[in-house]
């Protein structure tokens, strides 16, 4: 056994994972990592798994920093403890549990029950995996103080992890967040949790909760004529081997929608995404086999939804049937467009209406909305801050529509959550309501260009993985707050706004506010020529993002302006040294 690669601190750690009250096959796997691995056994050993803000999320496998049975368990037991000591008047307290198609979904979904029901609290398990945005909606259909999902979203097939949800449907936000890792901080050993299940606690849910879900979908729908009229335009869909398959053909049916090709190969749930490298609807290679489908069958849409069905990415055919990949930003534009000059044509806009969108997405969602007299909201990147904003707004205004550029929308308030199923379902409304216009989803897009102008934007991902990129990343962040640019691509910085201290510096008026919005690592410059760029380490994963966002003026085609748009986005880059 060769453990001197290995750090004393990290190897007794590995160590105990080799005795009781381990099972034996964690001893026996921890035992082989620590003889013959010891850069597994580092970094599986040398944390805890962190419980972040929206809960768990990490590679599965044995050790501390791994999503396991006992990570699971002890961040169960913490958050057990919280809602006990948050809800003491309750007679009994309940949780949702579901859970996508991520490989360990159900022993997962089962030790989080079992944790629950043995510190008396009741559970409403779901029958077979469900969409997020279905937990999110049974939370306050079942009447529940709290909600869990078992899903690491788009991340590749080696990661789980589990969303935490409060009573109003929606992720955790302040203080129930910090409140909530305070309790499982203090959560030291796997013998503080109660690992044996009180079997008649758990209840399960499904085919009820499903008609309710897809009730208030068809609900959403504003323009059922159309529909008719389109209703055998052909759709294709894909779930991604996730969540979706299960109820996604079944709400665009609802809606009238019959003429649903599905990608079969992906339509069966499996945690190991054979058909993808990765089941993110953000990356063009997924959407790959239901465009060559689509081709096929000369269809006009393509959607596809992420493992739990909360994201949806599209592609639209051009004039020559070659489809063209729509970014979140884009998808978001429309449907927004769509949703306001509909309630226009009816006479039906709620009052009292508003919209909300993530710092990070589109500016051309605030133009729009200005234009129809209503108010656009700014919130912190995470849907979670949209459903927090929801909940303050809910009993005096009428909320619209949220979204951000992440691929994710929603539309009414029946979910806290982005929603992919209802997304898919207004999406193809809004395709079928251009093509009554003889329109199709590119007309209707440069449509918006014309009438506010040509938005694009980009956005690049550095990966840093391990301590030394956790610790560059830290460093870059510090060196755009100590030395910020004064000119960005020949255009003054006239504004940044910096989260984590909180301060909007207008360089034009030499003033300083307050930001309204929660403390975060987000940092953005604005320039005189209306460009956005936002820089923002991920929560989830070890990277840093930059986000960009240019406005021109359309000359010539809406082809030539875009790639006028792009080639700024690139100079801007290399100005900034990413690339």
Not at 36 to 63: H, K, S
Not at 70 to 88: C, D, E, H, P, R
Not at 287 to 309: G, H, N, Q, S, Y
Request: charged share 20%; proline share 5%; aromatic share 8%.
């Amino acid at each position: 056994m060769n453990t001197n690669l290995i750090a004393e601190e990290i190897l007794n750690r590995a160590k105990k994972w080799t005795l009781e009250p381990f099972d034996q096959e964690t001893r026996t796997e921890v035992t082989n990592l620590i003889q013959n691995n010891p850069t597994a056994v580092t970094d599986a050993f040398y944390r805890d798994l962190e419980f972040g803000t929206g809960g768990l999320r990490g590679i599965m496998g044995p050790g501390t920093n791994r999503m396991n049975r006992y990570t699971v368990g002890m961040a169960t037991q913490g958050l057990a403890n919280y809602l006990k000591k948050n809800f003491s008047d309750r007679k009994q307290i309940s949780v949702a549990i579901s859970y996508d198609s991520r490989n360990n979904n159900t022993l997962f979904a089962d030790t989080v029950a079992s944790v629950l029901t043995g510190n008396n609290i009741k559970v409403f398990l779901s029958d077979t995996l469900r969409p997020t945005p279905e937990l999110s909606f049974a939370i306050r259909h079942l009447g529940c103080e709290s909600g869990i999902m078992i899903t690491a979203s788009h991340n590749p097939k080696e990661y789980n992890g589990y969303k935490v949800y409060w009573e109003d449907g929606a992720q955790v936000i302040p203080p129930h967040d910090e409140g909530i890792i305070d309790e499982v901080r203090k959560i030291s050993s796997v013998n503080e949790v109660i690992f044996e299940a009180n079997p008649s606690l758990i209840t399960s849910f499904g085919e009820e909760v499903d008609r309710a879900y897809l009730a208030e979908i068809i609900k959403l729908s504003l323009s059922p004529e159309a529909v008719k009229k389109q209703a055998e335009m052909k759709i294709v869909y894909t779930a991604i081997h996730g969540t979706g398959t299960k109820l996604t053909p079944a709400a665009l049916a609802s809606f009238g929608f019959k003429n649903i090709i599905p990608v079969e190969a992906q339509m069966i749930p499996d945690g190991n995404f054979p058909t993808v490298h990765s089941p993110n609807p953000e990356e063009p290679a997924a959407l790959a086999m239901a465009i060559k489908l689509a081709k096929e069958e000369k269809a006009a849409l393509v959607m596809a939804t992420d493992p739990d069905a909360d994201r949806v990415g599209i592609a639209v055919p051009d004039d020559s049937g070659e489809f063209i990949l729509l970014n979140g930003n884009q998808t978001a534009s429309l449907l927004l467009y769509y949703l306001l000059n509909r309630y226009k044509e009816l006479g039906t806009l709620p009052n009292n209406s508003y919209i909300i969108k993530t710092i990070v997405t589109t500016e051309l969602l605030a133009d729009m909305a200005k234009n129809a007299e209503i108010p656009c909201f700014d919130v912190l990147t995470g849907f979670k801050y949209i459903a927090g904003l929801i909940r303050e707004r809910e009993h005096e205004h009428t909320y619209l529509f949220g979204g951000e550029e992440s691929y994710g929308y929603l539309f009414g308030d029946f979910v806290r959550d982005k929603d992919a199923v209802s997304a898919c379902c207004m999406i193809a409304e809004t395709a079928a309501w251009a093509a009554t216009r003889g329109q199709s989803m590119l007309n209707l897009l440069e449509e918006i260009y014309q009438k506010y102008g040509l938005y694009i934007e980009g956005l690049l991902s550095i990966t840093r993985p391990g301590k030394t990129g956790a610790d560059e990343i830290i460093a870059m962040m510090a060196g755009y707050r100590q030395t910020p640019p004064t000119v960005i691509n020949g255009s003054k910085v006239i504004r940044i706004i910096d989260y984590k201290s909180q301060q909007n510096n207008d360089l034009l008026n030499n003033t300083i506010t307050v930001v309204n919005q929660p403390i975060s690592d987000v940092i953005q410059f604005f320039t005189a020529d209306g460009t956005k760029i936002t820089v923002r380490p991920s929560g989830t994963e070890p990277k840093i993002k930059f986000y960009f966002g240019v406005k021109v003026p359309i000359e010539g085609t809406v082809k030539a302006s875009t790639e006028k748009a792009l080639h700024q986005i690139e100079l801007i880059k290399k100005e900034m040294n990413l690339i």
